[in-house]
């Protein structure tokens, strides 16, 4: 009964993210003969995919985010039925998805049929899962909540964000001799009464242990001062003066002036990692909606700009580990004491803050950083690999299609969060890191699926594949070979932008 539901729910819903209307289904056998138009057509067929009802917002300005208003467990046990599902359907679904990407899409009725074979599945990372989403509909006090989480795009699920964050993906145990003399050293730089920062960078460029993270980010970011005396002075100083800023400005969220930016705010932070059980509970939600309005009326000249919301998930992440030993995604935020949980998030916008001072020309208006630096991506592609640049301009995909996320989120979407923040180690180590270095490692993370841009003969294809990269079984060896070429490019163009001139 549950299935038959289920089916008839995707059959009579026109208004389902990226499903066609019977009416106006492309041809896909015409994309290649409508040159100009082609990704118009498919832009146009999947426009739907982040709407969200207006009726689902109506309220909330007249009343601020609520303590409470998802029973406790609720997004942990869901997560954790779903994972175990992935784990025993995607092999049997792995060589049929395979063969439909591989496959250009010229039969329009053959990928009607297999819309219709899959209308109840959900694409995870270029492979599909079946959706266990009935399992909650028989429980009617949750059924608003999932209702709205139904209206938005699934991401892939992104696994123990914390506990294997400093393992290899092969499993490999998460402190050798090598480590621990690693983190020895860390520690005696730290302790010193003035800290030298270069050596510190230096140390950190391959990664920095997970004990000594938190305090490590805090200094490389320039929140805190070299000078050990000092550090606990500052500290005390910028939380005090960050919640001077919430009493100063966060009742004006609701004002004419600032409605629509707390109005987009408060959209987007449930889209923040929403699989992860941490990111749902509605006191970490409080944080984020805190820590982006007073960014975003500190910053008028940009604003708020979807994408910044998912740049303050690895700082949380990171200062929350300072306090928690057990698997921080399933960490109740709430248990802490609430001082603790107040200097996490000063800690957090503050950083936050050091970084996009320094990137912040890519959330201004019209976005120029962001466009700069997908150009001088497209410009290093066609010098480094020019297979891959041509393969794109014969299906017509333009770099900003794909590369304008990677830029915008800062590879975030593309990664599971614990490979995010192994990145982030060396971002903060490399001078100019997140502007600079950033994009060498898109350059990387482009050619590191050279073989599987190079089969995709269609442009539905290549954009599925662009926009879906199967990284979710990455870590920290996977990390380290992207930033060591990317490294390598840097060095090979960043000082010689003649060198692979044609």
């Not at 995919?49 to 609520?66: K, N, R, V």
Request: charged residues 25%; proline residues 5%.
């Amino acid at each position: 009964m549950a299935t038959e539901n289920r089916i008839n729910f995707w059959r009579r819903n026109a208004k389902v993210p990226g499903r066609y209307p019977k009416d106006t289904k492309p041809k896909f056998n015409n994309l290649k003969s409508k040159k100009a138009s082609s990704f118009h057509e498919f832009a146009r067929s999947t426009n739907d995919a982040w709407d969200i009802d207006d009726e689902e917002d109506e309220d909330f300005l007249g009343s601020p985010a609520p303590a409470s208003s998802l029973p406790s467990g609720l997004h942990s046990t869901s997560t954790q039925n779903q994972q175990q599902q992935q784990q025993n359907q995607v092999g049997d679904t792995e060589s049929r998805t395979s063969h439909r990407l591989a496959s250009p899409g010229s039969d329009a009725q053959n990928l009607h049929d297999v819309q219709e074979e899959d209308a109840d599945c959900e694409h995870v990372n270029g492979k599909v899962v079946k959706s266990n989403s009935e399992a909650h509909l028989n429980s009617s006090s949750v059924r608003s909540t999932l209702q709205k989480q139904q209206s938005l795009p699934v991401r892939p699920i992104i696994p123990l964000v914390a506990r294997i964050s400093d393992q290899n993906a092969s499993g490999a145990p998460p402190m050798t001799v090598r480590e621990k003399s690693r983190l020895d050293k860390f520690k005696h730089l730290l302790a010193s009464p003035n800290t030298d920062l270069e050596e510190l960078r230096k140390h950190s460029w391959s990664g920095i242990p997970r004990e000594v993270r938190p305090i490590t980010w805090r200094l490389l970011s320039g929140y805190l001062p070299a000078n050990k005396e000092r550090r606990e002075l500052v500290l005390k100083r910028k939380r005090e003066e960050y919640f001077g800023f919430i009493e100063q400005y966060y009742h004006s969220r609701t004002d004419e002036h600032y409605k629509d930016t707390y109005r987009q705010i408060h959209i987007d932070i449930p889209r923040t990692n929403p699989l992860i059980p941490l990111f749902q509970q509605p006191v970490v939600q409080e944080v984020f909606e805190r820590i982006l309005f007073i960014w975003a009326i500190r910053h008028p000249a940009s604003g708020y700009v979807q994408g910044i919301n998912d740049l303050v998930t690895p700082f949380f992440v990171v200062f929350l580990s300072e306090f928690v030993t057990e698997d921080v995604e399933n960490f109740e935020v709430a248990a802490l004491p609430l001082d603790t949980q107040r200097n996490i998030e000063a800690d957090s916008f503050w950083c936050m803050s050091k970084l996009l001072d320094g990137i912040q020309d890519n959330y201004t208006f019209a976005q120029p950083g962001i466009q700069n630096k997908v150009k001088a991506l497209e410009e290093l592609v066609s010098r480094i690999d020019e297979d891959i640049h041509n393969h794109f301009k014969k299906y017509e995909v333009e770099y900003l299609q794909f590369a304008f996320r990677w830029m915008n989120n800062l590879l975030m979407r593309e990664l599971p969060l614990r490979c995010t923040i192994r990145l982030w180690d060396t971002y903060q180590a490399e001078a100019e890191g997140f502007s600079h270095f950033h994009l060498y490692v898109c350059a990387a993370f482009l050619i590191e699926w050279r073989k599987e841009i190079l089969s995709m003969v269609d442009f539905q294809g290549l954009l599925m594949l662009l926009q879906n990269v199967p990284t979710i079984h990455w870590g920290n060896e996977e990390v380290g070979l992207l930033l060591a070429e990317a490294y390598r490019l840097k060095y090979m163009f960043a000082d010689a932008p003649s060198h692979y001139k044609r």
